[in-house]
């Protein structure tokens, strides 16, 4: 047999038998079929989702020319060389330019296409790159803690736990740092996940195109209440996110020193809203601070103490249901409590 | 605890004791946890009990110590290696199963506490890279290349039984840990500052530190032994590309040992140091910088990646072509694949952490260099599949995990250029997808490659083929228990579930959780198939035994040797003059000689080096776990009067009579000639016994 | 290139670096085999070394407000280290000498206990500068970056002191065995050790103190 033919057969067997790939495709056939109603950005509610989902099909695609021969021929061959069976063998058989060059040059070409797509997407959706619209974007700082996040808005001088409001169609910038140790901010239905560390600023932008309510999480595992590390995004229209900053401001409790106490111990929001003597039963135990220090989020970024004196902010409503795991602190303790961090581990004294 | 006592046990309490908390706190969350810690830790005293009391009860101490423990003999030291690993896989698994049927209940609850499951995937995690592929492959390894190579032992026989003390250390702290717990609950990545003194102030994290520093040392050791021995005790004759290609993927395994597993050690180094002096190396404040970590981590961890599964390449490039009868396909092509794979492993490290905000150059670069990785295995696998076509496939037990592998692996492989690409990765960094892909990865690939390999060298080492009925059923269960347990996991990661955690919300999650669940049981179910043929074999052990040396047909040169072989391997150093050296003899009727004349053989003595470093080794570890500076102090000094002490032996060496060499080989030859040779369709049978016929018939060569 | 088929081909060096010479063939081809595994233990020890470098150089800036270079390190002290150090390496280099073309023990052992002479002056030196530091308030716990340097240059200095440790085991050796093959490889190996450390020392001289300093 010529070479050629040897060659053709090879990949001839291609468009044969298809049966043999759906049962280790089933997932992805099942992933198609029920997407809609699948959390998470196989139902994108933001343009980074939307745009992320699109990738991951086209990478898909792109290496299916690889794998699907694969999946395909290999049952073939086995069937068709079997020791019973009569075709030919040829035990020296070892080498065929052609073959060689066909399997060195089909990867080498979809990787040449794939890195000239992946270099042009990873600069399209950087999280560091703003978002353009016809809005200004809406600033938003994140500081996580173990295991809640505070979202401050520096400009409304509002801040909230547990559940996070942005208005639709305008672009968020959110500045990002950790109280604590690493970890990764993330709502899937919007876009992408920035790790967040201590000492360190990361930057993400997102946009909603579509109102509603999405869940947010952290992704990378910080202790026991990891799993409870979680929030609810609203989008709202910009009517609506007037009327939530509004309310805020007027039912929010100041962020002073005894509250910024309790939001640092370790425990997740709901032990931090009872201990601020919330009403838990609330679904989502949401907190609503005003008015916020001003650069709040610069002083826990650099761990420099921070001076509540300054700050114009009256002590918390502190209601009865103190019967959480977090310990609210007494309101006269000022001599330990400068320093944002030292409330919530064993601390190491600073100056040697 | 008084001065005294704290001196003596440092601050290691009574309230280690798994069951301890269980005593104050009552709790029905408490209770079930005590029980199942407390029943772990019960298996592990249990076991070691039972151990001392069989060996004793049969009175092999003696034995035990002389021809086991304290030989430099390769093959039997490998066969320690895959023991430790096979025990190791066993509660790596359970322990899998555990978080299963955890996260198949875990919707707003489950019965682990966040605590134990913490601990359970931290343990897994180490456990499975560093105490079950590690040791397997290092196993697997030191039993073959030697003899592929036409040598007589490794380069540092001596060095090669402190790898493996080491290694035996690291694995005995991580069962310690069951019985005087915590374990970490930091991941087997340990990521700062979650492991730092200030966040994570318990034992847990110092047990991981030092099971962890120990394997890697004992990597260490173990990559030179096997570069150097690659390198300088080939037969004559066995040029590097008349090599088989599983010694190559051993030799590329072993430098990437060599320079990759520095890294880990600096990084669990300077951790170590951050925890025990204060140091501020990856702490949040006084210019600590966690990112380090993180980079030191995966330099060696991607290289790791490639340490764990080019072994299996190399071993599937065997399997493919005996099985199929056929020369392999592309032999320097596979070389230059693999090759092509071992340095492009030290560039992609980063891929590991797109998501720490770097730019997105960085970030693209990355992802191409990782995507490249791609082409020379996408080659691999078609040369294997071209190495099958105008063969003649046997399905054997080996076969089917080489099948399984291939399908498997090609769609693990695509998973992985979607993680590649950053723009997906932001999506499913951290989530269960990765799990799905990295498992994906290694169950098909190195841990299919080591029960391939098993079922392979098995007739090999122990002079009797592995029971086949029940090796197909674990090879089965395997493959199904796979996809049902990690299929899901993709599908489950693509709806944001994040990796570690031990409950969620979302019902959503749940019908996919429990088909992972289920998958659990069956990969358990084929752990008990993998029992059940060790003991149906060993039953079977004399209608099955293959002293002739050849079942399977074999190519390379540990074929042409008896099953199992002598400690010598070779009575003769053997000429090679082509690749498939064996079947090259066969084919021209030169198998099964006797040499014009026998010489005196040296063999490394034996030595209780490996036994001392072993037990010094971990001491030192379980003393600086607990503090208990009298112990790490004495075993650090016991350990350097050792090393010294060695340095002034002079007899490392002992010699066999040529006479004894020539007595044992002609009577293997003498059977050899007694076996009736079989042809391939008899592989399988109890007519079986290690000659095959020669040349194949309707063989168009 | 096959060691079979050239075994015979290959003389005297088939490792760089010193060799036993002419003299010694025999030994030299039966020990080959350690001279060389050392040689790869030498590189990926030099991994390690490099990681910390690196490190090192990351953590400059975390000095966190505390001490940095210019408090604490004297060019004075660090000079006289590297200058005992590299005579060492002469001194090492010297005995070697010895080893390879005579037979003389007694010329090689002086030379070894010079080497060990100016190992200990080297580390005491060390030791001396450490504690200088500590009195400046230059403690490992004060600041990343002292973190980083406690970790990269002591770790040196371990070796150093590992490296003594051998050379005096070695001169036991001698003295139970006298010159067999064992001691003229473990010389050997040691050799190749000190120079290793002496181009270790000469890499933290420039980027440590002379880079801290400028």
Known sequence: MSVKGRTGYFLRQGGRCALHLFPVLLPLVALSGCGADMPGFM???????????????????????????????TPLILWRYRYRGHAVYRPKWYMSRW????????????????????????????????????????????????????????????????????PVDRPIAFSLTSATVLQSFFIPALGSQIDVMNRMVTRLHLKADHPGRFEGKNMQYNGEGFHRQRFITRAVDDDAFDDFVQRTREQGQPLNQSAYKIIAQKGD????????????????????????????????????????????????????????????????????????QSSSHQHKEAQP | ???????????????????????????????????????????????????????????????????????????????????????????????????????????????????????????????????????????????????????????????????????????????????????????????????????????????????????TLSSTLTGINFAVTIFKKRAPGMTLFRMPLFTWTALCTAILMIFGMPPLTVATGLLALDRYLDFHMFTTDLGGNMMNYVNLLWAFGHPEVYILILPPFGIFSEIFATFSGKRIYGYKILVIATMCIAILSFTVWLHHFFTMGQSAHINAAFGIATMLIGIPTGVKVYDWMLTMYRGRIRLSVPMVYAIGFIMLFVLGGMTGIILATPSVDYQVHNSLFLIAHFHNMLIPGLLFGMLSATNFWFPKAFGFRLEERWGYRAAFCWIIGFMLAFFPLYVLGLMGMPRRSVAYFEPQYVPWMITAGIGALVILAALLCLLIQLWVSIRDRHAN????????????????????????????????????????????????????????????????????????????????????????????????????????????????????????????????????????????????????????????? | MSSGNTRALEGNSRHPGLNLGPAHAQEEDTREEMVFGFWVFMMSDLILFGLLFATYVTMLGGTAGGPGPKELFELKSAFIQTMILLVSSVTFGMASLALKYREDKARLVVWLLVTLALGLAFLFFELKDFHSMFDKGGVPSRSGYLSAFFSLVPLHGLHVTGACIWLVALLGQMAVHGLDAPVKTGILRLAILWHFLDIVWIGIFSLVYLGGLS
């Open chain 2, 545 to 701: 035994n293959v002293f002739a040396g050849d079942p399977w047909d074999g190519r390379t040169l540990e074929w042409g040797i008896s099953s199992p072989p002598p400690e010598y391997n070779f009575p003769v150093i053997p000429e090679i003059y082509s690749i498939d050296a064996f079947m090259t003899e066969k084919d021209r009727g030169q198998g099964w000689q006797a040499p014009d004349r026998y010489d005196d053989i040296e063999m490394p003595a034996n030595s209780a080096m490996g036994v001392i470093i072993g037990i010094t080794g971990l001491a030192m570890a379980f003393g600086l776990t607990w503090y208990m500076w009298w112990l790490v102090i004495g075993a650090g000094l016991v350990t350097l009067v050792a090393v010294i002490a060695r340095g002034f032996g002079r007899t490392t060496t002992r010699t066999i009579a040529a006479c004894e060499v020539q007595r044992t080989h002609e009577h293997w030859l003498e059977q050899v000639r007694l076996t009736h040779p079989i042809d391939r369709s008899l592989e399988q049978t109890t007519s079986n016994h290690g000659r095959p016929v020669p040349p194949i018939e309707g063989a168009v060569q």
């Open chain 1, 43 to 73: 139902n994108p509610q933001g343009q980074v989702a939307e745009a992320q989902r699109y990738h991951f099909w086209v990478v898909i695609a792109l290496v299916m020319i690889v794998v699907i021969p694969v999946i395909i021929q």
């Open chain 1, 269 to 340: 929001n709901r032990d931090a809203a009872r201990a601020l003597g919330l009403d838990t039963h609330d679904s989502d135990a949401v907190i609503r601070f005003a008015p916020v220090p001003d650069g709040l989020f610069h002083i826990i970024m650099e761990g420099s103490p921070i001076d509540w004196s300054t700050t114009d902010v009256s002590p918390p409503q502190l209601g009865a249901t103190r019967t959480s795991v977090i310990q609210t602190p007494p309101d006269d303790d000022t001599s330990s409590a400068s320093d944002p």
């Open chain 2, 1 to 215: 605890m008084s001065d005294a006592t704290s001196l003596i046990f440092g601050r290691l309490g009574w309230d280690a004791l798994p069951f301890w908390s269980m005593l104050d706190d009552h709790s029905a969350m408490s209770i079930i946890n005590g029980v199942i810690a407390t029943g772990a830790a019960g298996m592990v005293v249990l076991g070691i009990l039972a151990a001392i009391v069989l060996v004793t009860w049969l009175g092999k101490w003696k034995y035990l110590w002389s021809k086991w423990l304290t030989s430099p003999d390769h093959k039997k030291i490998g066969i320690m290696f895959i023991v430790i690993a096979l025990v190791m896989l066993s509660r790596a698994i359970i322990e899998a199963v555990f978080m299963r049927a955890q996260q198949a209940v875990g919707l707003d609850g489950g019965f682990l506490t966040a605590e134990h499951f913490g601990e359970l995937f931290t343990t897994h995690g180490t456990i499975m890279i560093f105490f079950m592929a590690m040791p397997f492959l290092t196993g697997i390894i030191n039993y073959v290349m030697p003899l592929q190579i036409g040598a007589r032992d490794l380069s540092f026989p001596v060095m090669n039984q402190i790898s493996l003390g080491l290694t035996a250390a690291g694995a005995a702290l991580t069962m310690i840990s069951l019985v005087l717990a915590p374990f970490s609950t930091g991941g087997w990545t340990g990521y700062p500052p979650f492991t730092e003194l200030s966040y994570n102030p318990g034992a847990g994290v110092d047990y991981w530190l030092w099971a962890v520093t120990l394997s």
């Open chain 1, 99 to 166: 073959l060689d060059i066909v399997m060195w040059a089909v990867p080498i070409l979809i990787v040449a296409i794939l890195s000239v797509y992946v270099w042009r997407q990873t600069h399209e959706l950087d999280p560091y790159r703003p978002i353009a619209g016809d809005k200004p974007p809406l600033e938003i700082q994140v500081v996580g803690y173990d295991w809640k996040w505070l979202f401050i808005y520096p400009d409304q001088g509002i801040a909230t736990m547990g559940q996070l409001v942005i």
